[in-house]
T-cell receptor, first 113, second 112 residues
Framework: DTAVSQTPKYLVTQMGNDKSIKCEQN?????MYWYKQDSKKFLKIMFS???????INETVPNRFSPKSPDKAHLNLHINSLELGDSAVYFC????????????FGPGTRLLVL | KQEVTQIPAALSVPEGENLVLNCSFT??????LQWFRQDPGKGLTSLLL?????REQTSGRLNASLDKSSGRSTLYIAASQPGDSATYLC???????????FGTGTRLTVIP
């Protein structure tokens, strides 16, 4: 199936741990994104990469570090997890940088205890 | 900074009714506007994308309109069905930006 996939789907972990979320798209898109959806269901951009280069880096703690090994993958590593990091993290991709439909992954539900 | 608001936050209608969801944005310098659907525990599915030069887009029972000058968009759903129950999100791509600004969503329930 052609799609945007994320692993894991659920992640429960203790405060202070380091965790990674992986995202892959097989749509041949050039641009990938990470969004965070908080407990009030509000979606906000975190990062965006175009052809492995960072183009958006919103104000997020530097404990969050995206990595794009190739244009089909954009992983999110989180250090020293905090309670407030609990949220749903969505990966998305689009054919180009601007103006085109973004395709979203199913989300990773992170719960920090 | 762009702010996107959706009213109402929640809406319940009986099956078969036509309904309108509203989206407003504070900065009219947008490149396009998208409507998404989010089912509980799932990701987002793009429904319609309207470029800033367009006034409306239609897909099946869905019709989205855009009035850029007044900072408003509506999503019209005709003959609603229980399967339409979901949260509907609008998002704008601001001119000069690369990311979407999302609204707060409208949670729709269509009662059989």
């Amino acid at each position: 199936d052609t799609a945007v996939s994320q692993t894991p789907k659920y992640l429960v972990t203790q405060m202070g741990n380091d965790k990674s979320i992986k995202c892959e798209q097989n749509l041949g898109h050039d641009t990938m994104y990470w969004y965070k959806q908080d407990s009030k269901k509000f979606l906000k951009i975190m990062f965006s990469y175009n052809n492995k280069e960072l183009i958006i880096n919103e104000t997020v703690p530097n404990r969050f570090s995206p990595k794009s090994p190739d244009k089909a993958h954009l992983n999110l590593h989180i250090n020293s997890l905090e309670l407030g990091d609990s949220a749903v993290y969505f990966c998305a991709s689009s054919p180009g940088q601007r103006g085109q439909t973004q395709y979203f992954g199913p989300g990773t539900r992170l719960l920090v205890l | 900074k762009q702010e996107v608001t959706q009213i109402p936050a929640a809406l319940s209608v009986p099956e078969g009714e036509n309904l309108v969801l509203n989206c407003s944005f504070t900065d009219s310098a947008i490149y396009n506007l998208q409507w998404f659907r989010q089912d509980p525990g799932k990701g987002l599915t793009s429904l319609l994308l309207i470029q800033s030069s367009q006034r409306e887009q239609t897909s099946g029972r869905l019709n989205a309109s855009l009035d850029k000058s007044s900072g408003r968009s509506t999503l019209y759903i005709a003959a609603s069905q229980p399967g339409d129950s979901a949260t509907y999100l609008c998002a704008v791509l601001q001119t000069g930006a690369n990311n979407l600004f999302f609204g707060t969503g409208t949670r729709l329930t269509v009662i059989p």
